[in-house]
């Protein structure tokens, strides 16, 4: 089976093709001979993030707004797996054209190529977020959604989209929404990431206003495993939530953070709350459970302690990276490259 990965570049795709492509790969992942990746090699994008080497596996730079190219990589599929998205909050709130074209648009162009071309499955692989936020208790997949961002409003609009598709043209897609992912190689504009390069230097970190919003937490490769479940063993036209089991407000997690790092509390700087901040995401994962066996295999200690390792020993991937990102004075809660709950 010819498997087509977008955004595999980047954090949650690159995990997701070295899980098919390691020695001991989930059961899942046997079916799947070919993988093609496609990713525009944006800001967050690595190709080191990936073993081009493999026999198994080709790369495609490109965009999946460019329709011909789309096309032609969608004629050599079976099933896609579509991970390529603009993911940042505050970067969508600050300018929310580049979420609107690769969110909304740049996931139709995949449709339409897949329908035209008879492709057997679309897993379309989406956020939490577009649930908004919720008070007391967790969203199910039957509840409405509510996004409250730019790029949350994006995904929803693509969630929409795609499973329109399933409905007027009969179109296998699979939908999965996970909450707030954590682990290596993840770009360091997002709060973990961010936080650990940071406190590493022995720099000051941002947390916007009272540090009180909730966040749930769950590992990449959990998550990976998750998708790859719903790819081989989920329904058409069906949503998939998957989650972590770890809700912790940021106040929470800069503490374990900072424990993890060696740093204290008189680097952590206060500054001004995003606009439009959404207060606590919470998602049931019981259909997932119940349907696919899906269960996190990862607790947040051990994975956060091994991924403050695996920032502590791989400065020469991270540090350049952080140099392209906004300095702290710069984090005013409306835009820019921190992210703190994210």
Excluded at 285 to 292: H, I, M, N
Aim: glycine content about 10%; overall charge negative.
């Amino acid at each position: 089976m010819r498997l087509l990965v977008t955004g595999a570049a980047g954090f949650i795709g690159s995990a997701y093709v070295r899980m098919l492509l390691a020695p001991g790969a989930p059961e899942t992942a046997t079916e799947v001979s070919e993988i093609t990746v496609l990713d525009r090699l944006t800001y967050a994008g690595r190709l080191d993030n990936l073993d081009l080497t493999h026999p198994r596996l080709s790369f495609v730079q490109g965009d999946i707004c460019d329709a011909g190219l789309v096309d032609r990589l969608m004629a050599g599929a079976d099933q896609v797996v579509h991970f390529a998205a603009e993911s940042h909050v505050d970067r969508s709130i600050a300018d929310a054209d580049a979420f609107v074209r690769t969110n909304v648009t740049g996931t139709h162009r995949l449709l339409e190529a897949a329908v035209r071309h008879g492709v057997g499955r679309f897993v379309h692989v989406s956020t939490d977020e577009v649930y908004g936020s919720i008070a007391t208790g967790s969203f199910t997949e039957e509840d409405r959604l509510g996004p409250n961002s730019p790029y949350a409003a994006s995904k929803a609009a693509s969630d929409l989209i795609a499973l329109s598709y399933h409905r007027t043209h009969g179109l296998d897609v699979r939908v999965t929404r996970c909450c707030n992912n954590y682990g290596p190689r993840q770009f360091p504009e997002k709060v973990i990431p961010l936080f650990i390069s940071r406190l590493l230097d022995g720099g000051q970190v941002p947390l916007y206003g009272d540090g009180k919003n909730v966040r749930d937490w769950l590992h990449v490769e959990d998550h990976c495993r998750g998708v790859d479940l719903v790819r081989a063993g989920g329904r058409p036209g069906e949503i998939y939530n998957i989650s972590g089991g770890t809700e912790l407000s940021n106040l929470e997690l800069t503490g374990l953070l900072l424990d993890a790092c060696g740093g204290s509390w008189d680097q952590v700087r206060h500054v001004a709350d995003r606009k439009g901040h959404d207060w606590r995401y919470s998602i049931h994962d019981d259909k997932a459970r119940e349907e696919l066996g899906y269960r996190p295999r990862r607790d947040f200690a051990s994975g956060l302690a091994e991924t403050v390792a695996w920032y502590r020993e791989n400065r020469s991937w991270w540090e350049p990276l952080t140099q392209k990102l906004p300095g702290l004075p710069a984090c005013s809660g409306t835009a820019g490259g921190c992210a703190p709950g994210c």
